[in-house]
């Protein structure tokens, strides 16, 4: 049973920026694409960023430029930088593995373990 655990959320004020971690338990973590995604209240999860085993990384168009995925694949983590936040980026983050290590696309159901999440709240 892979475990996600995110941590570096917080209260931010707009324009600021915030670093998310996210660790993992699972053995066969460098062979697998790791994703960010999002959950605004009353609103479906939102793909964020993959990063894929060769170090390719993918954005939704929402954070292009302004959000960075990065990983350490000894020490089993994946990072989102978050720049430039806006009040639309508060949400719960949560970081997943995916089935795959590469993909041509991905949404929710590419991924088989998710961590509990972390909020970011912006405040304008």
């Known amino acids: 049973q892979v475990q996600l655990v995110e941590s570096g959320g917080g209260l931010v004020q707009t324009g600021e920026s915030l670093r998310l971690s996210c660790a993992s338990s699972d053995p066969t973590f460098s062979y697998y694409a790791m994703g960010w995604f999002r959950q605004a209240p009353q609103k479906e999860r939102e793909f964020l960023a993959v990063i894929e085993v060769p170090g390719n990384t993918k954005y939704a168009e929402s954070v292009q430029g302004r959000f960075t995925i990065s990983r350490d694949n000894d020490k089993k983590m994946v990072y989102l930088q978050m720049n430039s936040l806006k009040p639309e980026d508060t949400a719960v983050y949560f970081c997943?593995?995916?089935?795959?290590?590469?993909?041509?696309?991905?949404?929710?159901?590419?991924?088989?373990?998710w961590g509990q999440g972390t909020q970011v709240t912006v405040s304008s």
């Open positions: 997943a593995t995916s089935y795959y290590s590469t993909s041509l696309y991905y949404t929710a159901a590419d991924f088989r373990a």
